[in-house]
Each structure stands twice: as C-alpha cells, then as structure tokens.
C-alpha cells in the first residue's frame, strides 16, 4: 500500500533499487528513503526514478529525477551506522493522483497503531510471534517487519526488472540507540541457510513497521493496522550466519520532518520554489 521500489533508470538500461515508502504530511507528499540512495541517484546522475506502482503487473513509471526536491539531514562524508542516513523527496503535485490511483500516501502526523485493538502479545521475539501464528484459535498479536525490495528476491536485465516487495519480519526488541536528536534500532537476522535472503542490499531505505495481524478461526491472517516507526538505512557484514540491519527511528524521521518544515519556510520567505 505504502512501499516503493526506487530504480535508477538510465536511457538504456535499468539498475537494481533501492526501497522507500510514500508519506505526506503539512499538505505535502514524499518519498522516505535512506539518504544514501537519493546521494547515489545523484552521484550516478540518473535519468529517471522508477516507483513501483502495480504489483504483479509489467509496467513503467519513471519520473524524472529532477521533478523531486530532496530534504537531507547533514551528514559526514562516509556513511556509517550512526548515519545520519534519511531523505525526504518531495513529489510534485502534478503526479500525485498517478500515484495515489496505485498506491497510498501515509501521514506521518499519525501517532498511534490503528484501529485501537488491544494484542494478546505486543513487542514479542520472533520466536514468539511465529508459534502464536501457528496456533490456530482467533486472537491479535503485534509484530515488527521491514518492507522493502531485496536484490536476492530480484530477476534483473538490462531492460527489465522484476522484484517482490517483501515484509522482513524482524525481533521487536531490537537494540535501542541514541545520539542526541537521533534515534537507532538494530536488528540481528539470519543471512545463512536455509534463509532465503543472504544480502539486504535493496532494503535500504525500507519502513519498519510495527503490524497488528488478527489470525482468525480459519487460519487466516489479516492486517488490522499498520505504524511506521522507522526506516532501514544500513547493514553489517555477516558474522556466525547473522548480520545486523540498523533502522532510524520515530525521533530521527521527526528531526527530518522539522528540518523540510524550515527549508520550506524559508523558501516561502525568499520567494524560492520548494514546496
């Protein structure tokens, strides 16, 4: 609903993505990703951005890079896990309903998972989360997932590309880290068999999501609510079958948010196009 790959489209060839999710707030629309993905577009001087509207349909909608304005934190030359590694691209009015007749634009001004259902379990371990889902009786649970478009799940030509938005499912109780307005949560995850992902780049700049899932007598899952609560930016190498995917948070998404809302201020101030 909310997840998008990012492709970097050249005249005569298509690259493998990155991952971002479609927000809005203060009557404006983005694209939340990691700020290395927007620097490497840049970098790269990439003809279009490729957006994933239609899933399980071949189509093509790449706007041109430079319709989008970005917002960056600042940051150091090299790219670490402390970042700061988070960018809001600002998309133009004018493609708005493209997008929307697709896909839907979360408000970042929502504070709270919705509907307003208590889980039976909330913030458990992976390990947890899974025998609860394996049970069959009706009952709420809460979990954590990262969305995004992981290289390993991808077919790629130089024309074509097919890539599945996944939902990485990953312990809530990730390690928690500060840095004065900023805010980290790591994760450990399993990279070696028989997992089925051994590399996540492609989920750079993914939402993490907290997910209400309701199992119902049937066996079914469904997905009651949904709250963004960060983005991917960063992983370790593997060490012992596992790797560590570090995630900005609620703070940090918030510091970003402030720093647009200044820029655009200013901009209206000194009669500049931003917003």
């Known amino acids: 609903m909310y997840s998008t790959a990012l492709f970097p489209v050249f005249t005569a060839r298509v690259d493998e993505p990155a991952s971002g999710t479609f927000v809005k707030f203060d009557g404006n629309h983005y694209i939340l990703t990691a700020g290395h993905v927007w620097e490497e577009f840049e970098r790269r ?40 590694d988070l960018a809001l691209l600002r998309v133009p009015r004018e493609i708005v309903p493209t997008i929307e007749a697709y896909k ?11 509907p307003p259902l208590k889980a039976k379990l909330r913030n458990v371990d992976l390990t947890t989360a899974a025998e609860m889902l394996s049970q069959e009786k009706a009952f709420l649970v809460e979990i954590a997932a990262i969305m995004g478009t992981p290289r390993d799940l991808g077919v790629f030509s130089s024309q074509h590309a097919e890539v599945k938005i996944t939902a990485l499912l990953v312990d809530y109780r990730g390690k928690r880290r500060l840095n004065g307005k900023l805010d980290y949560i790591d994760f ?72 647009a809302g200044r820029r655009r201020r200013h901009a209206k101030v000194n009669n500049l196009v931003v917003s």
């Open 104 to 114: 839907a634009f979360y408000d970042l001004r929502k504070t709270r998972i919705a």
């Open 45 to 84: 001087r990439v003809n279009g951005i490729g957006l994933t509207l239609r899933e399980g349909v071949s189509h093509r909608y790449a706007p041109r890079r430079s319709v989008f304005i970005p917002f960056i934190l600042s940051h150091p030359k090299k790219w670490s896990r402390w970042g700061p």
């Open 188 to 259: 450990r995850v399993k990279v070696s068999s028989p997992a089925p992902i051994s590399d996540f780049r492609g989920m750079s700049g993914g939402g993490l999501w907290r997910l209400l899932i309701r199992r119902s007598a049937e066996g079914k899952d469904e997905v009651l609510g949904k709250s963004l609560q960060g983005v991917a930016f960063f992983q370790t190498r593997a060490k012992n079958g596992c790797s560590t995917i570090c995630c900005h948070g609620l703070r940090s998404i918030r510091a970003l948010m402030a720093s």
